[in-house]
């Protein structure tokens, strides 16, 4: 199993600014994933952050808007830049690992809930 | 793209009856994973299914991968109050997740 910490757990900002999330994990993994979840939605794919490579996005998603770090095998950074109220949401970071059972899981954060005024 | 539907959207139930979710992609899927996520709080990891017409089971859940390969259900036998949350199917494809639109189940005493 993974353990996973994001800060901050939640901010307010203006709109025009950016914020950096962060994501640390208590073991080396080489996938992290970045999600995105409005309330009471489902969790929609941001990109992928390899180690030593650059993050992959999704569809909808550039890297100027979502700038990803991945400095090492343990931590990962989003930037939400230039937000607007649309951004509002949770951002959510995951690992994938192998559990008791046997079986690839996703592991995730807790979440950054993030409001844009 | 790839698109995982699920329906359906809600489910409110009576405790001690069953409850279904249903789970479609548009395409063929290495395997599907079910979570669960309880108001305010993060995806938890349910099963993995990976072959074709897999059948699981997790004491009142079981789940099921479909033949092609491309649909998946999660079926609760007589629900309880703890199994309030939100449900989601994610489809793996090239070792990335596409989270279902997921279940709202709801579960009066």
């Known amino acids: 199993s993974a353990v996973i910490s994001q800060k901050p757990s939640r901010d307010i900002c203006q709109r025009g600014t950016s914020l950096t999330i962060q994501c640390q994990v208590d073991?080396?993994?080489?996938?992290m994933f970045w999600y995105r979840q409005q309330p009471g939605q489902s969790l929609t794919l941001i990109a992928t952050?390899?180690?030593?490579?650059?993050?992959?996005?999704e569809s909808g998603f550039v890297i100027d808007k979502f700038p990803i770090s991945r400095p090492n095998l343990t931590f990962s950074t989003l930037t939400v830049s230039n937000m607007s109220p649309e951004d509002s949401s949770i951002y959510l970071c995951?690992?994938?690992?192998?559990?008791?059972?046997?079986?690839?899981?996703?592991?995730f954060g807790p979440g950054t809930r993030l409001t844009v005024t | 793209g790839q698109q995982v539907m699920q329906i359906p959207q809600y489910q409110h139930v009576q405790e001690g009856e069953d409850f279904t979710t249903y789970c479609n992609s548009s395409?063929?899927?290495?395997?599907i994973q079910w979570y669960k996520q309880r108001p305010g709080g993060h995806p938890v990891f349910l099963i993995q299914?990976?072959?074709?017409?897999e059948v699981k089971k997790q004491k009142r859940l079981t789940f099921q991968f479909g033949e092609a390969k491309k649909n998946s259900s999660l079926h609760i036998t007589a629900t309880q109050t703890t199994d309030v949350g939100t449900y989601f199917c994610?489809?793996?494809?090239?070792?990335?997740?596409?989270f279902g639109s997921g279940t709202k189940l709801n579960v009066k005493p």
């Open positions: 995951s690992v994938e690992g192998l559990g008791t059972s046997g079986d690839h899981e996703q592991y």
């Open positions: 073991s080396q993994v080489t996938m």
């Open positions: 952050a390899n180690q030593g490579s650059e993050a992959t996005y």
């Open positions: 395409t063929t899927l290495s395997n």
């Open positions: 299914l990976v072959k074709s017409g």
């Open positions: 994610a489809g793996n494809n090239f070792n990335k997740f596409y």
